[in-house]
């Protein structure tokens, strides 16, 4: 019976897991999140099968989504022609949309109000800058694919993360 109840709460554990990777729809940090579970859940089976060394590795899959979201978001705006202006324009208008639209459009105003507020951003700051609209709106653009481009690959990470939770739980030899 003991073993019946193991399997269960392993599966609702990951079925939790698996939802809350969801929440990158909403802009909320799924991936720290899963962690802190993983965390919970090595705590409560005595580090088995889920050990420090799992713990390690879904830090640094988290680390690295969070570098990669960010190199992504620059890189990608960068490369399709944006100055400085129009990398800080995106900086400053992502948080600034986020900001702005988290209670206004609830739950998915932050993830719109972040690629909205790096378009827009960019946009006013390249324009301020070179005073051409066609750089500015080539700027926008290439801010908001970036952002786009970089929460999904930062989804992606968060669901290896998930995988290396089901590998450990269910397939892996103690």
Known sequence: MSD??????NVLFLIVGAV???LHAV?????WILLGLAFLYALVTGLSPVGWGTLLVLAALAGLAELLEFGIGVGYTAKRGATRWGLGGAFVGGIGGGVALSSVVPPFGSLVGVFLGSFLGAVLFEYIAQERLDAALRSGRAAFFGRVFGAVVKTMCGFWMWGVLVWRIFFARP
């Open 27 to 31: 802009g909320l940090p799924a991936n």
């Open 20 to 22: 809350v990777l969801l």
């Open 4 to 9: 019946v109840l193991a399997v269960v709460g």
